[in-house]
């Protein structure tokens, strides 16, 4: 996230929002982006991860390697780092629907390697060792229960100007949301919304996990969770919501 030098304020020019799959990262980025001069530059390793040299996905197997597109550092000293959790109770199911719905991704499997949650807290124990001593953790059903109040707390931690109405669009008009997103099929219920806490719901029906993959996605719940309950003791809370993570 980039916004420009403003002499009058106090804004932090580079914000770095690390986050999982299904964390709501598309409708917290509209959200930034209804900021005065936001923009967003969205997925800057997914490159890396599918097709760089050292790829990680076996997503694409037969693409060629884009020698660009590498997972080095990119100034990432210069940051503000920040990072958007979410339930892996929800956040995994999400990912198995898309990932197994060939209509909306382009995919034909659910891979619980890509529910991301290890990697999430080995990137925060990174980040803080080499970047940021006191990264910023927002978790997703604070941001849905409480928007306003969550996105000002989120902007005072990194040194953003709240601005009214940021958490809100007309919808189908999500900020920077184009028809010709190639990820459109994995934003299509953002696109649908009306700001950040008006999320229509997904029917979970029209796409069950299949019972053969039940002890797969209930095992990367499971695991993700261990993960999931560290991130989420150190989150933005606010004075009324001093919960435990669920279990």
């Not at 925060?124 to 006191?134: G, L, R």
């Not at 996105?151 to 189908?172: D, F, S, V």
């Not at 950040?196 to 996605?217: F, Q």
Request: aromatic share 10%.
């Amino acid at each position: 996230m980039e916004f420009p030098k403003n002499e009058e304020s106090k804004i932090v020019k580079n914000i770095f929002l690390w986050s999982a799959p299904r964390c709501l990262t598309t409708a917290f980025s509209c959200a930034i982006m209804n900021l005065k001069g936001g923009k967003c530059l969205a997925e800057s390793y997914a490159d890396a991860y599918h097709f760089g040299s050292q790829r990680k996905s076996d997503r694409y197997p037969n693409d060629p390697v884009k020698p660009n597109a590498t997972f080095e550092e990119q100034g990432l000293r210069e940051y503000k780092h920040s990072f958007l959790i979410r339930n892996p109770n929800k956040s995994i199911p999400s990912l198995y629907r898309v990932a197994t719905n060939t209509e909306v991704s382009g995919w034909d499997h659910f891979n619980p390697v890509e529910a991301g949650f290890r990697q999430l807290l080995e990137l925060y124990e990174f980040v803080v060792k080499e970047f940021d001593s006191s990264p910023v953790i927002i978790d997703a059903d604070d941001l849905l229960e409480s928007p306003e109040e969550m996105m000002k707390k989120y902007c005072e931690a990194t040194g953003l100007i709240y601005e009214e109405n940021m958490t809100t669009w007309e919808i189908g008009s999500a900020p920077e949301l184009g028809a010709a997103s190639s990820f459109n099929g994995w934003r299509e219920v953002v696109i649908r919304s009306t700001g950040l806490g008006k999320v229509p719901k997904k029917r979970t029906e029209d796409h069950p996990i299949k019972a053969s993959d039940e002890k797969e996605v209930n095992d990367s719940i499971n695991d993700s969770l261990r993960y999931y309950k560290v991130l989420y003791e150190k989150r933005l809370k606010l004075p009324s919501k001093q919960t435990k993570a669920q279990s």
